[in-house]
């Protein structure tokens, strides 16, 4: 019978921030520390598996950070190795898959990138399967000049190793705008955001279940069709990545710098009948806290604003994985 293999699908994060990789300031770690012992207080933690226990039960937002590195989202959809943006976060993606086939030189990854600003390409030249003789890379971009652009980069000024003496066979596609491609049976199309330079989302389609990846995009001075447009783009997702780089003060303090606010994703994410609503591309200078808060804003938004629309909203945290 026709498709009677399940859909397999796994989402999982790898760089979450915007911009450039950020670790947390000092502080944070005492404050992380300080209510975990807090926590502890009352435990009898009286051997090693007990310790790891209560490590392993508390809440991820207490024992982990929401992530240092930026853009890389990987997907993996019964077989196929899909990764959105290489920016710092495709490093340790990549050791993970240096484990599997990749490691032993038959691998295949097809890596979509929104654009080329630096946060989006950065891991690229650190990414251990790209140098492994026998893998195929495929890096697919709807920008002109894709390769000189992921080239340059490791011109010997910038790095030592340059893009062809990586090992792995290393291939561009170039994309046209609203092309809609299909790669092993999964549909892939993008739709221009509204970015300095230009970004490109992407939706992945497969089997009835739906995932867009819409980072780097201003919605503030776009028209009704524009607008629409988007919506279309976003509709009944199963997972929308949304760019939530703002709070809304900043958002008008930096008006075109081409990012959103987690209040616009809600309100697209309403308008689209979107299942799941992740928060993505978080400014880098924004403390764990003030990211729980922002998460908590968009919740209560949501459920004054929009009471009888069920929807889930998270934050995109590094090690995060969804299976869909
Ligand atoms: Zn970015
Ligand atoms: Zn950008």
């Avoid at 853009?71 to 019964?78: A, D, F, H, I, P």
């Amino acid at each position: 019978m026709l498709n009677a293999r399940p859909a397999k699908i796994k989402l999982s994060f790898w760089g979450v921030r915007g911009s450039i990789p950020s670790s947390p300031d000092p502080s944070e770690y005492d404050a992380k520390l300080f209510n975990i012992l807090k926590t502890c207080q009352l435990r009898n933690l009286k051997d090693d598996k007990s310790v790891k226990n209560f490590i392993s039960n508390l809440p991820v937002e207490m024992k982990r950070f929401v992530g240092t590195n930026t853009s890389c989202v990987y997907l993996k959809l019964n077989g196929t190795h899909i990764i959105l943006d290489a920016g710092s976060g495709i490093r340790r993606l990549g050791e993970m898959l240096m484990k599997h086939e990749f490691g032993k030189g038959e691998g295949e990854a097809h890596i979509f990138l929104t654009h080329t600003h630096w946060d989006h390409i950065m891991g690229f030249p650190f990414f251990a399967p790209a140098y492994k003789s026998g893998n195929s890379i495929t890096i697919y971009g709807v920008h002109k000049g894709l390769e000189h652009r992921i080239s340059n980069q490791q011109e010997d000024e910038y790095y030592p190793v340059s893009l062809s003496a990586m090992g792995a066979i290393i291939d561009f596609i170039q994309l046209r705008k609203e092309e809609a491609i299909d790669l092993n049976g999964i549909k892939i199309t993008n739709q221009m955001l509204n970015h300095p330079g230009g970004s490109f989302g992407y939706r992945v389609d497969y089997r009835g279940k739906s995932i867009v990846y819409a980072t780097d995009s201003e919605y503030k001075n776009i028209d009704d069709d524009r607008r629409q447009t988007y919506i279309e783009f976003f509709n009944g997702a199963d997972v929308l990545i949304f760019d939530a780089q703002f709070t809304i003060d900043e958002s008008i303090e930096k008006e075109n710098w081409g990012h959103s606010t987690s209040i616009q994703g809600v309100d697209f994410a309403v308008k689209a009948n979107v299942k799941h609503l992740l928060f993505f591309h978080h400014d880098p200078s924004y403390s764990d806290q003030k990211l729980e808060n922002i998460l908590q804003d968009a919740v209560t938004y949501k459920k004054t604003r929009y009471k009888n629309k069920k929807i889930k909203i998270s934050l995109a945290r590094e090690g995060l994985e969804i299976a869909l």
